[in-house]
């Protein structure tokens, strides 16, 4: 089997897998659950950690050149080795709306957009949920519930943050601190995809003004070159009349 057959039988099964964790994620810490609830959902996330370790050794040894496609690929290994990341495989399905676009670049400003939107959504939604499982087990914790998390989130990828709440552990700042990362690339995504569309807009109309230019010289060509064509009939006529005299 080729790498490529691989990756088109496991793309969706992959997907799946990424819903399913964040699911089970989600339900193990808004749940704050324990007993077998817990065993159950722990289950389930180290059955997708299986999932994952698979599809990316596969690809590994399938590959034609390893190396190569092993430092191409970091954000795959990341996705084995931080477990929070699995679900950022469901932004493969949002680019999946880039058919409703017109035109090749509109298609390509349409992709980006959505993509920035998805990604957004479920990095604030997922770091909430990472921050809200590390900091409220602590003896003095600013975040305990799901909607102060959020919050947190939101302010932090903004790169806001209000100091309101703000996590006290080692794991809870190390995930703030990849959220302000994530925040910054994504804001410059969005600045870049506006100064191109900018741009494209402002060729736009020079390209329409000069077309409209071009149109109004040609115009006035054809008028000049009719009103010498009716100047030399007018001279022929009269040079005509001239010589019957």
Avoid: C
């Amino acid at each position: 089997m080729t790498q490529s057959r691989w990756q088109h039988l496991s793309e969706w099964p992959l997907t799946v897998a990424a819903v399913i964790f964040l699911v089970a994620y989600t339900w193990e810490v808004i749940g704050d659950l324990h007993g077998a609830a817990y065993i159950a959902t722990e289950t389930v996330i180290t059955a997708t950690w299986a999932i994952f370790a698979l599809d990316y050794l596969v690809n590994l040894t399938l590959a034609p050149n390893r190396w190569k496609w092993f430092y191409t690929h970091v954000f795959d290994l990341l996705i084995v080795v931080l477990p929070l990341l699995r679900p950022l495989r469901l932004l493969r399905l949002v680019t999946l709306l880039a058919v409703l676009q017109r035109t090749a670049g509109a298609a390509f400003r349409g992709r980006v957009v959505i993509y920035v939107a998805g990604a957004t959504a479920l990095l604030v939604f997922v770091a909430a949920l990472a921050v809200l499982d590390s900091e409220r087990t602590t003896s003095d914790p600013t975040i305990t519930n799901f909607g102060d998390a959020l919050w947190w989130a939101f302010v932090t990828v903004t790169t806001v943050g209000y100091g309101d709440f703000a996590p006290v552990t080692t794991q809870g700042r190390l995930i703030a601190g990849g959220l302000m990362l994530g925040g910054v690339a994504l804001l410059g995504v969005v600045t870049a995809t506006l100064a191109s569309w900018i741009v494209e807009r402002v060729s736009q109309q020079e390209e329409d003004k000069q077309a409209a230019t071009r149109g109004e010289i040609r115009a006035l060509e054809e008028q000049l070159a009719q009103l010498q064509h009716t100047l030399n009939e007018r001279a022929s006529t009269a040079k005509l009349a001239v010589n019957d005299r």
